[in-house]
């Protein structure tokens, strides 16, 4: 139960991380470094939680007998595998000052864009998979 809880949490750290972010973006050439800093704790939370997603919850959801469980675990990693490599690559495009700074004119849109996805994938996770993945973490 407790890596269920971890994985909960880490919605809850994501949500905030990216919040503040866009806080910031309303000054971007000001706040880039605390931008490409919080792009990196983003990053350092999401590739943790994707762990002990593949590592405890896949596994769990897909060595029980139903089959909307397996099923739904196979959905959500192939959905993870998409959006997995957009995210290294808009990591990649945002982790350092001069990295914002030299996409000052996309940075906002952009980053907005990512947390949106981030955004619509964890909400997802929240009112579908989680509340149905709960019965097999314990």
Same mark, same amino acid.
């Given at each position: 139960?407790?890596?269920?809880?971890?994985?909960?949490?880490?919605?809850?750290?994501?949500?905030?991380?990216?919040?503040?972010?866009?806080?910031?973006?309303?000054?971007?050439?000001?706040?880039?470094?605390?931008?490409?800093?919080?792009?990196?704790?983003?990053?350092?939370?999401?590739?943790?939680?994707?762990?002990?997603?593949?590592?405890?919850?896949?596994?769990?959801?897909? @060595? /029980?007998?139903? $089959?909307?469980? &397996?099923?739904?675990?196979?959905?959500?990693?192939?959905? #993870?595998? +998409?959006?997995?490599? !957009?995210?290294?690559?808009?990591?990649?495009?945002?982790?350092?000052?001069?990295?914002?700074?030299?996409?000052? @004119? /996309?940075?906002? $849109?952009?980053? &907005?864009?990512?947390?949106?996805?981030?955004?619509?994938? #964890?909400? +997802?996770?929240?009112? !579908?998979?989680?509340?149905?993945?709960?019965?097999?973490?314990?």
């Amino acid at each position: 139960m407790r890596k269920f809880e971890q994985m909960k949490d880490a919605h809850r750290s994501l949500y905030t991380i990216m919040d503040e972010t866009e806080l910031l973006l309303d000054n971007l050439e000001a706040n880039s470094s605390l931008i490409a800093k919080n792009i990196s704790r983003l990053t350092g939370v999401l590739k943790i939680h994707l762990t002990n997603e593949d590592k405890f919850l896949y596994p769990a959801m897909k @060595d /029980t007998v139903d $089959s909307k469980l &397996k099923k739904l675990a196979t959905q959500y990693e192939i959905e #993870m595998g +998409k959006l997995g490599p !957009e995210f290294l690559s808009f990591k990649d495009k945002y982790n350092t000052t001069s990295r914002v700074m030299s996409h000052s @004119d /996309t940075a906002k $849109s952009e980053i &907005k864009r990512m947390f949106k996805k981030v955004r619509v994938r #964890m909400d +997802k996770e929240d009112h !579908e998979l989680y509340p149905l993945a709960e019965s097999v973490m314990k």
